[in-house]
């Protein structure tokens, strides 16, 4: 039995919280400076462009882009070639995520929910939010890191509807969701929806969503058609960047699905702000650590 | 669409000129509030320690390092202030505030109070305090300490913005007006996606 160091796994949750704060992915800087070229309206424009200077700071000077830290999500996938220790790493995950906060520093925004007092170390009871999942036959530990801000996370909607609503009944719960958030998730970002499952699952289905590479399609032709569909729809509304009109709303809307019972219907959507952050390592059972996105 | 740089405190003639859609700069103190702060100042009857009149006031929970005694800003940013709306007429019509600056705008009666003593609501690119940090060239003073990090904070700024008009001192109100629009669009969205009457929900 191979022994490994679990100290790194505790080192990699810290720097993959500091990363997700301070450095953008490409594929979101690229989706934002497409959907600048794309837009027409000069306010709209001007917005975009003081999102690119903070963006060229915060690579400058190493520094956080956005000053809401917000809750630390860690998605794990344990590669079952290998015999990972689960308790240890939700152990570590939460370590490292508290060093960030002491040791960046930055400002904590966890609290307690009934007495709303704030620990200043991003986490507490159930919180990092820490989910696993499986890889067949690889060896790797691969962990994505979303610290999701909470102006966004605050328009999360969920509706149980009927079968007999059909899917166009879904189709306007995403759109009336959008319409009602405005400019309060700072647009435009992803929006993450989640069709099926059961309704913690259809939840889950929608902040899953919202961490693939902008304007990756889902893999299913009819879902990557609805993907596309509602982008044009919520781009139509014209709410644009922060809400104070524009063509551009949306970076992309991504689905994700699941089965789901036969007298259900659920839907939900999660949005991630302009600022999409996240980051990625892949750990190795020789302690070998390959960071991205 | 104009765009104007100007010197804070601000005059009544100059934030009367200003019209929704405009771009503001501005050089000069900035004062930061946020929700503790105007329950302290409104609810529990405290006055500020130092004029308000003609400046403007951002919405802010502001991370700070305090050198010595001197206070030194580590990361600032902006927050949402619809939550904070019932504080603002007072903010303008008692202590002659003449922007506030936040996320998301305000209500009717904000609104009414722009129009009636001159102020308006700039809205600020949310999600950017990198660039908003690099703005403030220092924090001058925090006043009411104990409230901290919601307590009223002066910082001196320089080349702050851009700020987008949003709520002008003549009754314009742009996310109202974006909002009505997209209103307006939905019943041709809804066909394109095949969204019928029947529809629940």
Not at chain 1, 11 to 29: S, W
Not at chain 2, 121 to 134: D, F, N
């Amino acid at each position: 039995m191979r022994d490994f160091d679990y100290q790194i796994v505790e080192d990699a949750a810290k720097e993959l919280y500091i990363r997700a704060l301070c450095d953008l992915p490409p594929d979101v800087r690229e989706a934002l400076r497409r959907a600048h070229e794309k837009e027409t309206n000069p306010t709209a424009r001007e917005i975009f462009e003081a999102m690119f200077r903070a963006i060229e700071i915060a690579d400058e000077q190493k520094t956080l882009i956005c000053q809401d830290t917000g809750l630390p999500i860690y998605m794990v996938k344990i590669g079952s070639g290998f015999p990972w220790n689960g308790y240890e790493i939700k152990t570590r995950l939460n370590k490292g995520a508290e060093r960030a906060t002491r040791e960046f520093p930055f400002r904590g925004s966890s609290t307690h929910p009934l007495t709303r007092k704030n620990p200043q170390t991003s986490v507490g009871e159930r919180l990092p939010v820490i989910t696993f999942d499986y890889i067949k036959d690889a060896e790797v530990l691969d962990i994505l890191m979303v610290p999701k801000g909470s102006g966004s996370e605050n328009m999360s909607t969920m509706k149980m509807f009927y079968p007999a609503d059909g899917v166009a009944a879904l189709k306007k719960f995403v759109v009336d969701s959008v319409f009602e958030s405005g400019g309060n998730p700072c647009p435009p970002g992803i929006i993450g929806v989640g069709i099926g499952g059961t309704a913690d699952l259809v939840m889950r289905l929608a902040k899953e969503a919202i961490v693939r590479p902008v304007g990756q399609r889902n893999e299913d032709p009819q879902v990557a058609e609805m993907e596309r569909e509602l982008e044009e729809a919520i781009n139509a509304m014209g709410r644009g960047p922060m809400g104070l009109g524009g063509d551009i709303s949306t970076l992309a809307v991504h689905i994700e699905t699941a089965y789901t019972h036969i007298t259900q219907n659920p839907v939900a959507v999660n949005t991630q702000c302009w600022p999409a952050r996240r980051s990625r390592v892949k750990i190795h059972p020789d302690g070998r650590v390959e960071y991205g996105y | 669409m104009a765009t104007y740089h100007l010197q804070s405190p601000f005059t009544e003639k100059e934030i009367r000129r200003l019209r929704v859609t405009d771009t503001v700069y501005f050089d000069g103190p900035l004062f930061g509030i946020r929700d503790l702060t105007q329950i302290y100042m409104f609810d529990q009857k405290h006055i500020p320690p130092v004029s308000l009149e003609g400046m403007p006031c951002i919405h802010t929970a502001p991370s700070l390092r305090k050198v010595n005694d001197r206070w030194e800003k580590v990361c600032v940013g902006t927050t949402t202030s619809t939550r904070m709306d019932r504080f603002s007429p007072d903010l303008i019509g008692k202590y002659g505030v003449r922007a506030i600056i936040g996320k998301g705008g305000l209500y009717e009666g904000s609104l009414e109070a722009m129009k009636k003593y001159g102020a308006v609501y700039l809205a600020i690119v949310g999600g950017a305090a990198a660039l908003e940090t690099q703005q403030i060239q220092e924090v001058e003073a925090v006043y009411w300490e104990h409230l901290h990090p919601e307590a009223l904070y002066k910082f001196r700024v320089r080349d702050f913005g851009p700020l987008t008009v949003a709520m002008d001192s003549h009754g314009r109100h742009l996310y109202f007006e974006v909002k009505e629009e997209a209103k307006r669009r939905l019943p041709e969205i809804y066909q394109k996606l095949g969204v019928g009457q029947r529809e629940r929900g």
